[in-house]
């Protein structure tokens, strides 16, 4: 079935929905391109907004809702403005027995933000994740895609300073 | 097959059954919120959990993911069991609001009666308890996500069943929301089964909401004549109306599950305008003074004319019951017909399909989704049964293959071959295809004539490169596949497609295929009116005959010429010479404000009735509610008027065989039981076909096939290939084929308001290249003139359908009844686009 007989978006540049068409045209199941052409677009606006989750649905032929069920699934997809910073706290098993939670109340109080918002200078969004595979490393955090750990108080304020120095 | 041993009981079940299919055979049921048997299992709830005490498995386990293996030992009883079932009630209860006293599902609500029998009766989590914000999903399914416990049914039921996009599961977690992309109405014609298979009340039905409990109810077994499947419903009355219709499960027909037209196509039994007064000339009068009148000026017609100046009209809503009475008293009295089509043509294809139907050939609903291969000839199966759609998705699901021969721009919630060939070419696509597939060599058994058939087929090479190519694809898969199914319409296709289809069916069977067929007809008792239909004269020439003034009377038992004859300007001209217009019907259709006397009739609601689908299936419908006005009508939403009689207030409406015993014999007839009775039990000397079916309270529950006499009916005719030589189409015009869509063209249903709220605008479509040559883009607005003046209408530019066609749906809002003849050409020159 065609899901998406209406208007193109035009919002994606033509270069990138060029470069992503061609990748699509490449492959036997389109669908499975879901999450990269995901990040692709998250890569080019920082999130996933409503047009462009429809723009995904048009260039692989899903429907909206299929896109939508797999972009609020993924912690790494993010449907709303996140900060130049986003950390993602890790909160499961290992990291919870080594005091993640002291790491998260740490971050929540020096940035002024609880779990989910952004500092209203945009610099910082803080986000928990399950189990990153660093539990060598616990408590661990995620930068940017970056891992950090083990973490103590003082080690997160001096990381803090050095991102909001590079600004 | 393989014996267990559940709470100390022996059971034998088929191999591959579930331990909780075991169970419920034994009649223990299991407690279960995803598991449903239409959608098998998933084991994501962990509420089924029993423990194996000896056999392959051991410990608790999940009872909906074990097949059933010998020497199993099973307790649902166990402590461990229970405790952990109390445990996952307790869990998936944490969040739900309790708010079952304005909840519309109480009463009937799964989650109500698993906590209950789970034994979770106190509330230990003092907790914040998640919340959402609903979403409107149309005027069908009410929304209410605080409720859910995250089962997955509804958009397992909706992706995977139905094959459609737009309903699914969001967020993660205790987040989890079942629900749209965005506000809006669920495009499924199948969504209203949410509210039947939500185990709670996430979905609930709309247009009954807060109406009554489930006990309040009189619930009737029932089935659905809104298209010719014949689907089993259960029709749920209270305070004199029909409120709700639920599915209900057919072994053979639709299985778990109808369609939204089939669930809400009731609302014309309770409909406001419905006449519920008999009336002559317009006026208010009894029943009795009314058949009085109408048998006076019957008998003075007859008197100066005789018998052959009344002529009588029936419909293919009508019960086989009425159908019959009206054929008996044709006969008897002289009368002319009963005519139960109105186009030549379609009582043709209907008789050649009922009588080609041979056992050995029909297959049922539930057995189509056991095919690897279904051909469709001439069929839009949403459009025009829905549930045959949902069937062919089944098929597809498993790893049948589909190839649709049909010019309209068909649309299925699933991949499909579509031949969009021209209305002309379907029968020679059909042919090329089956021919292609079919080694003559591997025929062994196949007869004569068979063997002239088959090399009477032209060579594909009569047809475009690009077709050869498509119909050589399509043929191998139908040569690989071992159980072929041909599904064949009677709305577009030519006189000669429904014999041609079971030919072809026979072909394949003589290369050792497992072959079925399956004809779609165009109402609900086609089949029925077939077998009834009178071999001598035509609607058209009972038409003809009262434009000569040869015949002066006209019987109409439930059927509406305004609406469903081609030509409404030559009928309004034909009532005006009639001297006597008698109508019986349950609706207040346009032809009913015609009538000199008007005799009201009970719907299927309220007289029952039997119905024959379009696989011969014979099912009858018991009553549900006794022929009365709607409290809600009579006391405009107060407490009904306290005025104490012995009738029921709209009341007299009588069934349709009834009414037309009363109108016909001068004697006091029995009471309608009594006529019913003598109609079935002389139904044999109508129709041979009859004599094998036993008395109403000895059939099974899913009915029971008429089976046609008629083995003489002639196998492989040529008539087709000739049928090919006589190419008609004018030059450059294009053929009007007039269609059906899901909402808004079937009668019945048009009296529905949800289902008017599911209208599309009435939209022609058209071949991309007919509308550049016109210079048309789509949504144009266009004026069409046909033989009685123009009609205007949007244009959808279509690829995927024929060219040289426009198809026109029958839409309720467009009046497309000004046809001369069908089948009607229309020049260029005729369309003109509007400028806005």
Known sequence: MDHNEDVIHPMLPAKLRTSLAEHIARVDHPRELVVDVMFAIQDQFGFLSDEAVEE???????????????????????????????????????????????????????????????????????????????????????????????????????????????? | MPKLIIDDREIEVPAGTKVIEAAERLGIKIPRFCYHPGLGSVGACRVCAVKFLEGPFKGVQMSCMIDAKDGMVVSTTDEEAVNFRQYVIEWLMLNHPHDCPVCDEGGHCLLQDMTVSGGHGIRRYLGLKRTYHDQYLGPLVQHEMNRCIHCYRCSRFYQEFTGYHDLGVMQIGSRTFFGRYQDGTLESPFAGNLSDICPTGVYTDKPSRFFGRRWDYQRSPSICINCSLGCHTVASGRYREVVRQEARYSEAVNGYFICDRGRYGFFYTSNEERPRQALVDGKEVSYDQAIREAREKLGELIKSTGPDAVACVSSERSSLETQAMLKKICQTKGWQGPHYFLDESMAQKVKSASSRLESGLAVSLRELESADFILVIGADPVNEAPMLALAMRQAQRRGGKIAVIDPRPVSLPFEFHHLNVTPNEVNLCASLLVKTAVDLGAATDLEQPGIEFYQAIPKLETVSSSLQEQIAKVAQELKESKRPIIVCGTETVRQTTPALAADHALLLQATNKQAGLFYLLPGANSFSASLLASEDGSFLETLEGIENGTIKGLILVERDLLLHFHDRQRMELAFEKLELLVVLDYVNSRTQQRAHIFLPTSTLYEAGGIFITQEGRLQVVPRAHLSGTPIAQVSGGNHPPRIYESEIPGGEPRPGWQALAELVHEEPQPDENTTRSSVLNGLSELNPAFATIPAIDELPEDGMRVSSPEESSPRFSLDWIHELERKESPDKSLELVLVNWTFSTEELSQYSPPLMKLEKEAAVFMHVDDATSLGLSDSDKVTILLDRGALEASVSVKENMAPGIIVMPRHRLLEWQKIETLPKFVSHEEIKKVSV
């Open chain 1, 56 to 167: 995904v649905a048009q260039l692989l032929n899903m429907s909206p809702l299929e896109v939508e069920e797999l972009a609020t699934f993924y912690t790494f997809i993010y449907r709303e403005p996140v900060g130049k910073y986003v950390i993602h706290v890790c909160d499961s098993v290992v990291c919870w027995m080594d005091g993640y939670e002291s790491i998260q109340d740490h971050l929540r109080s020096k940035l002024g933000i609880e779990m989910g918002e952004t500092t209203s200078d945009g610099l910082f969004t803080l986000l928990p994740v399950c189990c990153i595979g660093y539990c060598d490393r616990s408590p661990a955090i995620l930068i940017n895609k970056e891992v950090y750990g083990p973490l103590t108080p003082e080690k997160l304020d001096e990381i803090l300073e050095n991102l909001r120095a590079q600004g």
